[in-house]
């Protein structure tokens, strides 16, 4: 596009644009950015205009935001021409779209349509244009904040709606608004909840994410949900829990789930606002999250990945966010570990679901809490019914209303909304040092739990605990004191030579360690016990009962490898030699146990190189 050295926008508008512009007669469509949150929303609706030759589809910031970062690169990566605020609010066109309040959007020269960039509107503000959150005085009842977006400081302009159109999800939202601004009532419009709509479409594709997400067959899937501020899950103030602790509760229950979740039965996700991401900035809140992430925490991408970790989940652990109410109206069970009612409107849902779902207590074990919300979940009826009165139609509400709005005939093709893509596969990194309770069952038959945490795991009586340590692992001083030493990658990459290679170097390097073992790939890794051959475990079909069998394929190789390691050298008086086991093994294969499945795995040499 071009711009002038000041950063206006001479292409497709401008004050010279009817010179340079190949196609200067379009509808011009400008989509009001306030911050990287507002933008997830807007990019939601922007399919609506796709195809469109008679629509130019244009771009702004406000600049209002305390949360900054981020909103540029995200523009930048649309495509579509970015205006400073200054030329956007002299640029006449024909339909603004924001999904916020901040700025100064009265000043815009054209219709304003805005949309709710959460579950409705919901959370008390101080004031418009502060850049804050809910302030001292954000208390229910006299001299509370406004709710952002129902109430007259928000709303209108000197005493007029600042929106010629303010999109609502629900009826009862309808109810709220005139209460709170009589005056604004006259604009409201029940389009329904495009991200909802999308979360809905994409629900037959649950196994698909789950499978993206690295979840295998017998795993539960928790994902961990935080909005922004100091009273949220990830916060570190405010009353965080249910039951009026103090804050930082997240960041003390990640080494506690590792301790408590044995690896191979549960996976772990977080989903942070964007706030959190841009606010601290994403090298930052991936350092803080650096040992749970080496552990298995998948760090979730705020804007193109949170919906499918949703649909993927077992069970959320949340706060009073828009994400942890979506799970809810999804039947997902919800946990919450956060719940501040005094930053909420009162009369809204979600105030309601929050009074009424399951808090998670922090003083008790943590395991039995999630088993239980899962096995015994009965969803609460609130979140599904009020997230949106019309799901499956905001498509075609939606593009009704910007047409109207700008006197223009929609198009001949049906509206429509993007899929959700299909992120990419990503497997749990495990380098942190794992703590491997094995027991031997039977003859080639081994029950294997691996945890992540620092301490060994309660249930080590009667059985032997070994340690598996990733050849990548920061604790580098316990590669020494490992009894299984592991790696990841690609058969033939050749930085390791091969399989064969590395497995006989580590052992050659590490004397203490009594097996190596190279993941090749989702289902198969390539093992060395000292003094023995190249083996090569594959994993057969599974077997068991759990309801998440056939998400994946089999258990993580890693867990046979240990399973492997523990038949070869857990012994008895009279019983087998190591020869006549690891003979048993490559015979007749062996049985992994990870919780309630069993996976048969194939022992087999390797073929020669």
């Known amino acids: ?33 306030h911050n990287v949150t507002s933008a997830t929303r807007l990019l939601d609706v922007l399919p609506l205009f796709d195809d469109d030759l008679r629509v130019q589809l244009l771009a702004t910031c406000t600049g209002s935001s305390a949360f900054a970062a981020g909103t540029a690169e995200l523009l930048a990566d649309t495509g579509v021409p970015v205006l400073p605020w200054e030329q956007a609010v002299g640029t006449p066109v024909d339909l603004a779209v924001s999904a916020s309040f901040g700025g100064q959007l009265q000043a815009l020269a054209g219709k304003l349509t805005v949309l709710s960039h959460g579950v409705g509107y919901t959370k008390r503000l101080a004031a418009p244009d502060t850049g804050q959150g809910p302030g001292p005085d954000a208390k229910a009842g006299a001299g509370a904040a406004p709710v952002f977006g129902l109430a007259p400081q928000w709303l209108l302009s000197n005493g007029a709606p600042v ?18 601004c009589p005056e604004a009532a006259p604009t409201a419009v029940l389009a329904g909840d495009p991200c909802f709509d999308r979360i809905l479409a994409a629900r037959p594709y649950r196994e698909r994410f789950r499978r993206a997400l690295g979840v295998r067959p017998g795993q539960r899937l928790v994902v961990l949900n935080s909005t922004w501020n100091p009273e949220s899950l990830f916060g570190d103030g405010g009353t965080a829990g249910p039951d009026g602790a103090g804050g930082d509760l997240l960041p003390s229950l990640l080494p506690r789930f590792a301790d408590e979740f044995p690896l191979d039965e549960y996976r772990f996700a977080a989903v942070l606002h964007p706030n959190i991401w841009h606010g601290h900035g994403p090298g930052q809140i991936r350092a803080w999250l650096d040992r749970a992430r080496r552990g298995g925490l998948a760090l979730i991408d705020p804007l193109e990945g949170w919906r499918q970790a949703l649909l993927a989940a077992d069970a959320v652990v949340g706060d009073h966010g828009s994400v942890t109410y979506y799970a809810a109206a999804l039947g997902t069970p919800v946990l919450l570990g956060a719940a501040p009612l005094d930053c909420l409107d009162p009369d809204a849902p979600i105030s309601a679901f929050l009074r009424e779902a399951p808090s998670l207590r922090p003083e008790a074990p943590l395991r039995p809490q999630l088993d239980a919300l899962i096995e015994h979940h009965r969803p609460l009826p609130g979140p599904a019914e009020f997230t949106t009165s019309v799901p499956g139609e905001a498509a075609v509400r939606l593009r009704t209303l910007f047409y109207s709005l700008m006197g223009a005939a929609e198009p001949d093709w049906p509206a429509s909304l993007t899929p959700l893509p299909l992120p990419a596969h990503e497997s749990a990194a495990l380098t942190v040092p794992l703590r491997v309770l094995t027991r031997v069952l ?12 620092s301490r060994p795991p309660a249930e080590q009586a009667g059985g032997d605990l070994h340690i598996a340590v990733h050849e990548d692992t920061r604790e ?3 590669l020494e004191l490992a009894d299984v030493i592991l790696r990841d990658g690609a058969p033939d990459d050749p930085r390791f030579g091969s399989p064969s290679h590395w497995t006989a170097e580590v052992l050659r390097r590490h004397p203490d360690c009594a097996l190596a073992a190279y993941v090749t790939g989702p289902s198969t890794c390539a093992v060395r016990v000292r003094g023995g051959e190249l083996l090569l475990l594959t994993a057969a079909a599974q077997t068991g009962t759990h309801s998440g069998a056939g998400a994946g394929s089999g258990a993580d190789p890693a867990a046979y490898a240990s399973a492997l390691h523990a038949w070869l050298t857990t012994g008895s008086p009279g019983a087998p030699s190591v020869a006549e086991r690891l003979a048993h093994a490559v015979s007749v294969g062996m049985t992994v146990r990870t919780g309630a499945l069993a ?5 087999a040499p390797a073929p020669p190189e």
């Open 1 to 33: 596009m071009g711009q002038a050295g000041t950063g206006r926008v001479r292409v497709p508008v401008g004050d010279d644009a009817a010179r340079w512009a190949t196609r200067g007669k379009c509808l011009r469509v400008l989509v009001v950015v």
């Open 163 to 180: 929106a010629d159109a303010l999109v609502l999800s629900h009826p009862e939202q309808y109810e709220r608004l005139r209460l709170a």
């Open 442 to 453: 039977g003859p080639g038959e081994v029950a294997v739990s691996r945890w992540a945490g």
């Open 476 to 478: 580098t001083g316990l």
């Open 599 to 603: 996976h048969p795995v194939r022992v």
